[in-house]
């Protein structure tokens, strides 16, 4: 069940979103990773950043991107005059080590941390806002959708279906308390370490759900290029 919207986050709390950039974007077999692609005349991640720092929350930004990129991505901010103020990190083998390269930098265990695709650039600042209060509050907060098809799961040669109303696709950013994500990136990785929930419920802690979006989508494929593109086009003739 999705979690109710949480109280008002304490101005006090320190915060953080690492966003992680560090894939080479094999399915959208595209030369430039899918990250530096333009979206309406910007890079996908330069929407990613944007929508956390005008969240209220503006966390603070910790960039993890592969080593090779770092001169690019520079030279991109300096034409598109990016100037949100950010660290940049290098990324890790997998999504695991990267996130875990963010969370190894960050000391202090009484922080808010959000971990959040940078490829989910339609990502808004009023589910950022919540993952940050449900994190507070709970310790964990991981967005996500029901799923709107019906599913069925694969037994030998045949399928059954099950009961979607328990089922949820789960999107990011998913927020934690720090000392509970710390403790988590300290495992050894594993090849079910899907995202941050997974890690963190492997070390024993509690998965609260948040409400995400149908629009918070995942660029992956080429065809998602022009599903964002619209969804953008839709949302600035909406303002
Ligand atoms: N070593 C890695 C692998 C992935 N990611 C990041 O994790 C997010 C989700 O991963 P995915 O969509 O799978 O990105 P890629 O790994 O780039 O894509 P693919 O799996 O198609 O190669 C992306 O923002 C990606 O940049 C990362 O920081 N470090
Ligand atoms: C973290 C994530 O986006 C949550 O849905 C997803 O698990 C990433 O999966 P990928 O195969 O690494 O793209």
Same mark, same amino acid.
């Given at each position: 069940?999705?979690?109710?919207k ?18 080479? %974007?094999?399915r959208m ?10 979206? #309406? %005349?910007?890079? =996908? ?8 720092h005008?969240?209220q929350?503006?966390p ?12 690019l991505?520079?030279?991109? #901010? ?8 950010h660290?940049?990190? $290098?990324?890790g083998e /997998?999504?695991f ?6 969370v ?5 265990i ?6 959040? +695709?940078?490829?989910?650039p ?8 919540e993952?940050f209060? #449900?994190?507070?509050?709970?310790g !964990? ?6 799923s ?11 399928s059954?279906c099950?009961?979607? +109303?328990?089922?949820?696709?789960v999107q /990011?950013?998913q ?8 403790? $988590? ?14 890690? =963190?419920?492997? $070390? ?7 409400? %995400? ?8 494929f080429?065809? +998602?290029? !022009?599903? $964002? ?11």
């Amino acid at each position: 069940m999705l979690h109710p919207k949480s109280e008002i986050l304490n101005p006090k709390s320190k915060t953080y979103a690492i966003i992680v950039a560090g894939g080479s %974007g094999s399915r959208m077999q595209s030369a430039l990773p899918k990250q530096f692609i333009e979206l #309406c %005349g910007k890079p =996908v991640l330069m929407h990613t950043m944007e929508a956390f720092h005008n969240s209220q929350t503006s966390p603070e930004i910790i960039l993890v991107l592969h080593a090779t990129y770092h001169d690019l991505w520079k030279e991109l #901010c300096n034409v598109h005059n990016f100037s949100i103020n950010h660290k940049l990190i $290098a990324g890790g083998e /997998t999504r695991f080590h990267s996130v875990k390269n963010a969370v190894d930098l960050i000391y202090d265990i009484n922080v808010l941390i959000a971990v959040h +695709d940078a490829v989910r650039p339609l990502i808004s600042s009023a589910i950022i806002d919540e993952s940050f209060r #449900c994190a507070e509050a709970n310790g !964990t907060a991981v967005t996500a959708v029901k799923s709107r098809d019906s599913i069925r799961q694969q037994n030998g040669e045949g399928s059954t279906c099950l009961n979607r +109303d328990e089922i949820y696709l789960v999107q /990011t950013p998913q927020t934690f308390k720090s000392a509970l994500l710390k403790e $988590a990136y300290m495992q050894p990785y594993s090849e079910n370490f899907t995202d941050d929930a997974s890690v =963190v419920e492997q $070390a024993g802690g509690q998965i609260t759900l948040i409400a %995400g979006s149908y629009s918070n989508i995942k660029i992956t494929f080429p065809e +998602d290029i !022009t599903i $964002a593109e619209a969804l953008i086009n839709k949302k600035s003739h909406q303002r």
